[in-house]
């Protein structure tokens, strides 16, 4: 069946589906990593977007069982590729990329100019657009199919954070993750290296209720951190009584935010297992994955940078010049070095 990308100024992309026929509208975004589709699509982070896939090659090693994946479900919206391989062949693999896509509702176009379609985004930044069938393919179009919905506007922390309380490893050290969409090698990684995980939803009072905690992790997730008014607060408490915490993604901006510094908008965002972070005052650079919109203006007082961006220079990272918290804008738990930035939870862990 065909059917066509339109974003709001428009535009026109007509492709073939191979997920399920359902109409969407969400943030058209692009990611540049040459693999990991599995973990990006069940990635928090991409809620309420399209994500368009630029490495031209997708499926080719179909979809592991979910033990592999970052959450329980597809987390994205739609999906865009250049082509699409409906005949995946890997040891770990359990069904085809546009069966899974079906099964979870989730619709998916092969659209062959997705170069195009990138530098439009890189160009003019990221936009609304949405995915339609059937009578959405009339001349009308813009006029006839759902409407353009910008999903920043939600409140997408609340949105795909835990409901329930939950509690991974037996180690000595005590650690609680805020969950504003966390990705699930974050705990993995944790529980790695001998710590006891617990994990609350966004916003979930830690101080309030009998919980004991040596430290706090706040996770990654989705959209404009501004809104996840609560966890917010809480990071404030915890800045007030010197317990360490580390920030991955999202979490670089709440800390940010809950110190006094600020936050802004990207023009179209840092998506990949790609992007080269240096640590700042050296010439050191990591390869890191990254997956947000939003980043840090200003550094709060009493911070100073940790890392930089390689391309564009944005803050990747803040670090206490004498307290025990730290944050990155990247994901250290993903190894895209693949083991570059894995030290990063090492160092928290010696704060505490």
């Known amino acids: ?53 630029t490495y031209p090659l997708v499926g080719s090693y179909g979809v592991p069982e979910k033990k592999y994946w970052e959450s329980n479900e597809i987390k994205i919206s739609g999906l865009i590729v250049s082509d699409y391989i409906d005949t995946p062949s890997h040891y770990t693999s359990k069904r085809t990329l546009g069966a899974w896509l079906t099964k979870e509702k989730i619709p998916a176009l092969v659209i062959k100019d997705t170069r195009a379609l990138t530098q439009k985004l890189r160009e003019q930044g990221v936009m609304l657009g949405k995915i339609a069938f059937g009578r959405g393919l009339t001349r009308n179009f813009a006029r006839t199919d759902a409407e353009f919905k910008d999903p920043n506007e939600r409140n997408l922390v609340a949105e795909v954070s835990t409901k329930k309380i939950q509690k991974f490893g037996t180690g000595r050290k005590k650690i609680v993750v805020i969950d504003c969409g966390a990705k699930q090698n974050i705990v993995r ?46 990071v404030k408490t915890a800045l007030a009584k010197n317990i360490p915490m580390l920030g991955i993604c999202l979490g670089n901006q709440i800390l940010t935010l809950a110190a006094g510094g600020e936050t802004y908008k990207l023009k179209f ?9 240096i640590l700042a005052g050296t010439k050191r650079a990591y390869l890191t994955t990254q997956n947000h919109g939003f980043a840090v203006r200003r550094v709060p007082k009493g911070f100073r940078p940790w890392f930089i961006n390689a391309n564009d220079k944005t803050n990747e990272g803040i670090i206490h010049k004498s307290l025990p918290f730290m944050s990155v804008q990247f994901h250290p738990e993903s190894h895209p070095g693949p083991l570059d930035t894995g030290w990063i939870f090492e160092e928290f862990l010696k704060k505490i």
């Open 189 to 234: 990684e944790l529980v790695k290296r001998r710590a006891q995980v617990t994990v609350v939803p966004w916003d979930y009072d830690i101080f309030e209720r009998d919980l004991k905690f040596d430290g706090i992790v706040i996770s990654n997730g989705p959209g404009d951190p501004k809104m996840a008014k609560d966890t917010i607060a809480i």
């Open 269 to 277: 965002g840092h998506r990949g297992q790609n992007h080269g972070a």
């Open 1 to 53: 069946m065909t059917g066509k990308l339109v974003l709001k100024d428009n535009t026109e992309f007509t492709g073939t589906s191979f997920g399920a026929r359902k109409s969407v509208s969400g943030e058209v975004v692009f990611t540049t990593g040459m693999v990991g589709y599995p973990e990006s699509l069940t990635d928090p982070s991409y809620r309420g977007q399209i994500l368009v896939m």
